[in-house]
């Protein structure tokens, strides 16, 4: 017989051990695999009797899921459905001190105290609280407390999600203090504050539509009725009165809406309708729209009655029917010379009650002559130019003005036109003779271009009439540096003073020339810049042709 070993022997003696100890331990009871019914029990008999007194054995029933009888409670309506939004973030303060662990003694004692919200919520009156010391008196502190009776006190105020504050307090221990223990505490409130308000039936009632209209011109109008509350609006009717010379458009067969119904039966279509709208409920919002035929002029009454329940209001608007009438009147010189700018007035009138739109005016010019100096926005469109006004009102008037040259003579005739809406148009013309004109062309030479201290300079202008007309009242001036002077020139100027001369003025006819000398003397080196000016009837005045050159003076 073979010998077995001692380590086999050891094993069996755990195994039998080990279930001796189970057979030992109470056995829990299966767990049920399905859920035990949610209906409550049988009610006891009365006096809790009951019919035997037979003990009833405990024996276990077979689990079955639950049945729901009843219906599901609905979720509750809006607005006092809760969600996650209702409860808000709490603010979450970290306090932290940052100090040294170990100072020589007499040394100062730095505490940085730093105060972080660390949340998405904004923490409210934060305040932080530090010990006072008798033998580490406070040196200083940064920010200063706020109070210093039995703590330090700084009181933060808000502080915003995610923002940060530090204190820094300085103390000075004693000679005799071996430790200094800091504790800065951190407080702060957090509430919500919610507000539940008392809702009434509420409509508002907005009319859009023009206060103008033009005889038998439809006039659009258009009702939005809105329930700016928080509940609905029960059997809601508005109803449109039109007083005498004012119509609703016929329709051909009952006018129905997704917002409204027409009720036609009880209603005079032509001066009197209802909407009924039945229930609107509250952010909900119905529109309709109608027009009105104006069938003589005048100012008209249009009544509008809104009922719902113990909601009623009443408006009342007012259509002005009016007329239009358009008027046109264009001025311009009888006279003009060729090649110079003739100005044109054209001036619109609007002599009727109604506002006319779209008001399109154009003037034609003749063949050959070139449209220039347009106001008002005025656009030149191939042959003719264009302006377009948007409105003009009862009384108003709008004046346009434009230029035309042309390079031949005779009678020249500019025709004008205006249409506003409503097939309004009016015309008119002007005539205008073109004669020749004057033409100036001048030039001026200057010698030396160089000169000495003490040297003479000279110019020389040459005015040439290359025009048709004689140039009546030729005027030339000369404005001269201070670092010259005059001398003399010919012709004989008619007025010399401080730094300027003049000639006196003369005709110059067509293709002919006058001849202007001036001398100067050079006092001193510079660049001396000379300003000569020309003037004559067909000139601006206001604004003489000039030119100005000049002459460089150089030392001796």
Same mark, same amino acid.
């Given at each position: 017989m073979k010998r077995v070993s001692f380590a086999w022997w050891l094993a069996i003696g755990g195994l039998l051990v080990a279930g001796w100890g189970l057979a030992q331990e109470p056995r829990p009871f299966p767990l049920p695999t399905r859920e035990p019914?949610?209906?409550?029990? $049988?009610?006891?008999?009365?006096?809790?009797?009951?019919?035997?007194?037979?003990?009833?054995?405990?024996?276990?029933?077979?689990?079955?899921?639950?049945?729901? !009888?009843?219906?599901?409670p609905q979720p509750l309506p809006q607005p006092t459905r809760i969600d996650d939004s209702f409860y808000p973030a709490t603010p979450v303060v970290q306090i932290r001190v940052v100090a040294p662990s170990t100072i020589a003694n007499g040394q100062e004692i730095v505490y940085r105290i730093n105060v972080e919200n660390r949340s998405?919520?904004?923490?409210?009156?934060?305040? @932080?609280?530090?010990?006072?010391?008798? $033998?580490?008196?406070?040196?200083?502190?940064?920010p200063e407390p706020t109070s210093r009776e039995k703590d330090l006190v700084w009181e933060l105020g808000n502080l915003e999600a995610g923002a940060k504050r530090e204190i820094t307090v300085v103390l000075v221990p004693s000679a005799t203090t071996t430790e200094v223990k800091m504790c800065a505490r951190v407080s702060f409130e957090h509430g919500q504050c919610v507000t539940t308000k008392l809702a009434k039936p509420t409509l508002e009632l907005k009319q859009t539509g023009s206060e103008e209209g033009v005889l038998f011109d439809p006039v659009t109008y258009r009702i939005e009725i809105t329930n700016s509350g928080a509940v609905e609006v029960p059997n809601v009717r508005l109803t449109k009165i039109l007083s005498d010379g004012l119509e609703f458009e016929r329709v051909s067969v009952q006018p129905t809406t997704a917002n409204g119904v027409l009720d036609v039966q009880t209603n005079n279509l032509?001066?009197?309708r209802t909407w009924s709208f039945g229930t609107v409920k509250a952010g909900q919002k119905r529109v309709i729209e109608y027009r009105v035929v104006p069938k003589k002029t005048g100012q008209f009454a249009i009544k509008t009655s809104l009922n719902a329940g113990t909601i009623k209001e009443e408006k009342t608007t007012n259509l002005n029917v009016l007329e239009p009438k358009l008027g046109?009147?264009?001025?311009?010189?009888?006279?003009?010379?060729? +090649?110079?700018?003739?100005?044109?007035?054209?001036?619109?009138?609007?002599?009727?009650?109604?506002?006319?739109?779209?008001?399109? @005016?154009?003037?034609?010019?003749?063949?050959?002559?070139?449209?220039?100096?347009?106001?008002? !926005?005025?656009?030149?469109?191939?042959?003719?130019?264009?302006?377009? &006004?948007?409105?003009?009102?009862? +009384? $108003?008037?709008?004046?346009?003005t434009m230029s035309m040259r042309t390079p031949a003579s005779g009678a020249k005739k500019l025709m004008v036109g205006v249409r506003a809406d409503r097939g309004?148009?009016?015309?008119?013309?002007?005539?205008?003779?073109? !004669?020749?004109?004057?033409?100036?062309?001048?030039?001026?030479?200057?010698?030396?271009?160089?000169?000495? &201290?003490?040297?003479?300079?000279?110019?020389?202008?040459?005015?040439?009439?290359?025009?048709?007309?004689?140039?009546?009242?030729?005027?030339?001036?000369?404005?001269?540096?201070?670092?010259?002077?005059?001398?003399?020139?010919?012709?004989?100027?008619? +007025?010399?003073g401080k730094g300027i001369i003049s000639f006196p003025s003369q005709s110059i006819a067509p293709g002919q020339s006058a001849v202007y000398v001036v001398n100067f003397a050079a006092l001193k080196a510079d660049a001396a810049k000379f300003d000569f000016q020309l003037l004559a009837d067909h000139l601006d005045k206001t604004n003489p042709v000039r030119s100005e050159p000049t002459t460089t003076i150089s030392g001796p």
């Amino acid at each position: 017989m073979k010998r077995v070993s001692f380590a086999w022997w050891l094993a069996i003696g755990g195994l039998l051990v080990a279930g001796w100890g189970l057979a030992q331990e109470p056995r829990p009871f299966p767990l049920p695999t399905r859920e035990p019914p949610l209906a409550p029990p $049988d009610p006891a008999p009365a006096n809790d009797q009951r019919p035997d007194s037979t003990p009833r054995a405990q024996i276990p029933m077979p689990i079955q899921p639950a049945q729901f !009888e009843q219906p599901i409670p609905q979720p509750l309506p809006q607005p006092t459905r809760i969600d996650d939004s209702f409860y808000p973030a709490t603010p979450v303060v970290q306090i932290r001190v940052v100090a040294p662990s170990t100072i020589a003694n007499g040394q100062e004692i730095v505490y940085r105290i730093n105060v972080e919200n660390r949340s998405q919520a904004q923490a409210n009156m934060v305040r @932080v609280r530090a010990p006072i010391f008798k $033998d580490a008196p406070l040196l200083k502190s940064t920010p200063e407390p706020t109070s210093r009776e039995k703590d330090l006190v700084w009181e933060l105020g808000n502080l915003e999600a995610g923002a940060k504050r530090e204190i820094t307090v300085v103390l000075v221990p004693s000679a005799t203090t071996t430790e200094v223990k800091m504790c800065a505490r951190v407080s702060f409130e957090h509430g919500q504050c919610v507000t539940t308000k008392l809702a009434k039936p509420t409509l508002e009632l907005k009319q859009t539509g023009s206060e103008e209209g033009v005889l038998f011109d439809p006039v659009t109008y258009r009702i939005e009725i809105t329930n700016s509350g928080a509940v609905e609006v029960p059997n809601v009717r508005l109803t449109k009165i039109l007083s005498d010379g004012l119509e609703f458009e016929r329709v051909s067969v009952q006018p129905t809406t997704a917002n409204g119904v027409l009720d036609v039966q009880t209603n005079n279509l032509s001066t009197e309708r209802t909407w009924s709208f039945g229930t609107v409920k509250a952010g909900q919002k119905r529109v309709i729209e109608y027009r009105v035929v104006p069938k003589k002029t005048g100012q008209f009454a249009i009544k509008t009655s809104l009922n719902a329940g113990t909601i009623k209001e009443e408006k009342t608007t007012n259509l002005n029917v009016l007329e239009p009438k358009l008027g046109l009147k264009v001025t311009g010189p009888e006279a003009a010379y060729v +090649g110079q700018p003739a100005t044109y007035q054209i001036v619109i009138n609007n002599l009727g009650t109604a506002t006319l739109n779209n008001v399109r @005016v154009s003037a034609m010019p003749p063949a050959g002559c070139e449209p220039i100096r347009i106001s008002n !926005e005025g656009q030149v469109f191939r042959d003719q130019v264009q302006w377009i &006004v948007p409105k003009l009102a009862p +009384g $108003d008037s709008r004046t346009l003005t434009m230029s035309m040259r042309t390079p031949a003579s005779g009678a020249k005739k500019l025709m004008v036109g205006v249409r506003a809406d409503r097939g309004l148009e009016q015309k008119a013309e002007v005539e205008t003779r073109f !004669e020749g004109v004057a033409t100036l062309n001048w030039k001026i030479d200057g010698e030396p271009g160089v000169a000495k &201290v003490g040297g003479e300079i000279r110019y020389t202008v040459r005015i040439t009439n290359s025009g048709s007309a004689p140039a009546t009242n030729v005027v030339v001036k000369a404005e001269f540096p201070p670092s010259t002077d005059f001398r003399n020139a010919q012709p004989q100027p008619s +007025g010399v003073g401080k730094g300027i001369i003049s000639f006196p003025s003369q005709s110059i006819a067509p293709g002919q020339s006058a001849v202007y000398v001036v001398n100067f003397a050079a006092l001193k080196a510079d660049a001396a810049k000379f300003d000569f000016q020309l003037l004559a009837d067909h000139l601006d005045k206001t604004n003489p042709v000039r030119s100005e050159p000049t002459t460089t003076i150089s030392g001796p």
